[in-house]
């Protein structure tokens, strides 16, 4: 099991070790120590790994990830599992600002509140956010779902495409075209399994609003043909 | 980018400490501007006394020659050089120390002036700035540091932050305004007087015009909000507070600390993690448009 202490080993041999694994080998679980707000931490991992990092870290951990299941036993800084394509990332702490931001693929867990922008330009990702998000979440958020069990800032939603907002708690303000739909019993199964897969237990999906498109602005109107 | 740090004592045993912790933390940040760097140091004021920190790009003949200048026109005061910059402690008024230099050493600014404030500030890395002027050795209840990355005006020593433009009143920044110019006109009709071309400094001088019309800083920086456009994060000091502000969209990061001890501010979590018992302190993002102050005197 390999075990990294970034007090006395660099970043960069961390992020080797982690690109460097092969397929079928028996290291793939990895202990991070001492990440003590560290940038790019476990970035662009490719590979079925396990890597649990104890502590807060800065921007971009987990950026690109792959396929492997990250644990962040901390907060995390602006832009953790930015751009992911499949895989895990759990924070047991807060984000910052776009966390999940222009995500693929994968689960992103936040067991604490996450800031502004969460999820912004969401394009496939699915982010379960057990406290609060801040302002311009999912603004141009193109498909994924974000499940949010407690509040949602200002303009949440702004410029959205086809992604799907759940929201437990209160919305300050919803962005320009984004509106609330009916929860239909589709939606009651998407949230339940996030729900499962986050781990989260005792909150059902009867709890949420949907949160989603009025396709009115990116969709051609008739009415504004002479805007063309 | 810019990096700011900011450390706000509560624990009267960590004051000899206050230089060595906020070193550390602006060391920390210097990938966040390799430009110039300055720091402000609240220190125990002495009654009746007066500091005010100089700087002379001609230290060897300005700085030697001010406390014969001083005493000759009569000034009571002691002159310690530091480096580029030097500490005047005087029983003397602001007004009388700057007509001095203005009449006999034109080339010589005045970073701050206040019963507690010094800003020490410097073209360079955080490190050498922090080594130029000892700011290691120094004590103090609370500080503010700004590490820069130049966006709006020249990478100077006036250039640097932090801007002090009141007494006991500084202001560093992250950011950058957009409507600085005609705010700076208005604030000249004011009567505040302007030395660079910078941005932040309109921000600086327009909290000191605030609470000059008796406006608490509080309340200053909750109107900063309506009058003030663009990107910023601010921690503001003042003698006995200390306070944060962020634009309503947020994106100049921020983190914040608090224990028994102390309350602490940092661009980046990293700039946090060698303070005393961090793993216990509340950690957390401050919001975006909301005023944050903490103040020893209970006057916010």
Redesign the interface.
Known sequence: MPNFDLSTTSLRDLNGALHRVEEGSNDIHFDVLNP???HAVAVGIAAHLTVDIKG?V??YCAGMNDGADVVIHG?A??GVAENMMSGTVVVEG?A??YAGATGRGGLLVIRGNA??RCGISMKGIDIVVQGNI??MSAFMAQAGNLVVLGNAGDALGDSIYEARLFVRGHVKSLGSDCIEKEMRPEHHEIVADLLRRAGVTGVSPAEFKRYGSARRLYNFHVDNADAY | MCGIVGLFLKDPKLEPKLGGLLSDMLVTMSDRGPDSAGIAIYGKPTQGHLKVTVQSPDPEHDLRLLTSDLAEAGIRASVEVKDTHAVIDTTADVATVRALLASRHPHVRVMSAGESIEIYKEVGLPKEVVNRFDIRKMSGTHGIGHTRMATESAVTTLGAHPFSTGPDQCLVHNGSLSNHNNLRRELVREKMVFETENDTEVAAAYLTAEMAKGKNLREALTSALNDLDGFFTFVVGTKSGFGVLRD????K?A?MAETDSYVAFGS??????GLPDIDRAR???P??ATVYFWDRAGAA
């Open positions: 003590r707000g560290h807060s800065g921007y907060s800084g602006p807060d910052s600002q800031s502004s801040g302002h | 309503p969209i947020a994106c990061p983190v980046e979590y990293r700039a946090l993690v950690v957390w993002e919001e975006p």
